[in-house]
């Protein structure tokens, strides 16, 4: 199953089945409950950097925004478990696409695209996400997969909504 | 009796550490397998999510029916209705336009994607403008729709947790027919070939 990269020397190993990987995935969510309480996440982590970067850098104006000071008032956020389990997962991603030959540098996205509206499309997007993960107190995995495994409703909402608009806006939008 | 509370760096960092693996081997660094869920052309993103959702919600319920597993203690995000829709609409459309979601995206920064990581840019950016514009206007609009008898389909239909957990296993049974279906049509799930030679 490995093949041959144009390049002659990469090998590039094939996905995890979905039903493998989501099993796998269900196990780590599950660890995540048992160890924490909680569930897996990701657009915290960032909130958590926004707030802790804010309180070193301009910590009145970050002590006088609504949202972020009742975040930085017990101290700076940035060594939460989110931002520690973000950054494992930044680590744990590079390991699985060194280890599959799947790692390359590039910008995806660039021969459908263009190189430029690429760019604009990811900081977009990029920016519309982290807004609706603040609206939403929660991204896809915070939110959407971790939420759904308590029966939580505010997860289905989210999952439906998030499914129904991204099925309308790919009409629209040529994505990568 | 689980569980643990552990929320310090060692717990953080092997559960993201795990999460990311898992996540990059489902093909989940890849804008153009992640949208393919959109384009109806790939359904991994649906297929490993349900799988997933599935195992846990029956693992936690199990451990909490055999007394391993304290009840009430794990966290259930707050039920607010239009927040989480409107969040969600906000989160669909820039996946569709951007490529990623924030989990994912810093699964494609780490296999060496820059449109990824200025996606990630792009979440620092929308976070920053939230807290900017975060008032009154806001927090009204998110209040609309809170359920006051609790978070959970128990809590405020009745449904009953097991009950729940037939309709999940049915609807995941369904997603990967269906899922299959469409797949079979088109031009197939996106491979980890093309996937690393990126988006055509």
């Known amino acids: ?176 | 009796m689980f569980p643990l509370h552990e929320s310090g760096m060692v717990s953080g960092l092997v559960c993201g550490v795990l999460f990311g693996f898992v996540l990059e081997n489902a093909g989940f660094g890849s804008p153009s397998k992640l949208t393919g869920q959109f384009r109806l052309t790939d359904w991994s993103v649906f297929k490993v999510m349900f799988t997933a959702i599935v195992l846990a919600a029956v693992g936690l319920w199990g451990m909490r029916v055999v007394g391993l597993m304290a009840p009430d203690t794990l966290f259930v995000p707050q039920a607010l209705v239009m927040a989480s829709a409107v969040g969600g609409a906000l989160i669909g459309a820039g996946f569709a336009i951007g490529g990623y979601c924030p989990g994912t995206s810093m699964v494609g920064m780490s296999s060496g994607r820059l449109d990824a990581l200025v996606f990630v840019v792009g979440l620092f950016i929308g976070t920053t403008a939230f807290a900017g514009f975060y008032g009154d206007a806001i927090r009204s609009m998110m209040a609309i729709g809170e359920m006051i008898d609790g978070d959970t389909f128990a809590d405020v239909y009745g449904i009953a947790d097991p009950i729940m957990l037939g309709i999940m296993a049915a609807c995941l049974v369904g997603i990967f027919y269906l899922g299959s279906w469409f797949e079979r049509r088109g031009p197939g799930p996106v491979t980890a070939e093309q996937a690393v030679a990126g988006a055509e």
């Open chain 1, 1 to 176: 199953m490995k093949a041959q990269f144009p390049d002659g020397k990469r090998v590039v190993k094939p996905f995890w089945s979905p039903l493998a990987a989501g099993i796998a995935l269900g196990l780590v969510l599950m660890l995540s409950f048992v160890l924490s309480g909680h569930g897996l996440g990701a657009s915290g982590a960032v909130t958590h950097v926004v707030a802790g970067a804010g309180l070193a850098m301009a910590p009145e104006a970050t002590l006088a925004n609504p949202y972020l000071k009742p975040m930085v008032s017990e101290g700076n956020p940035i060594g939460s478990w989110i931002t520690w389990e973000v950054l494992g997962m930044i680590i744990g991603a590079a390991i699985a696409a060194f280890m599959a030959g799947r790692f390359r540098v590039q910008l995806d996205g660039e021969r459908s695209l263009g190189s430029g509206r690429r760019l604009i499309q990811a900081l977009l997007g990029g920016t519309l996400a982290g807004f609706g993960a603040r609206v939403a107190g929660g991204c896809t995995s915070g939110l959407g997969l971790s939420g759904a495994a308590v029966f939580s409703i505010s997860a289905f909402v989210f999952l439906g909504v998030f499914f129904a608009a991204g099925l309308l806006v790919s009409r629209f939008v040529k994505g990568v």
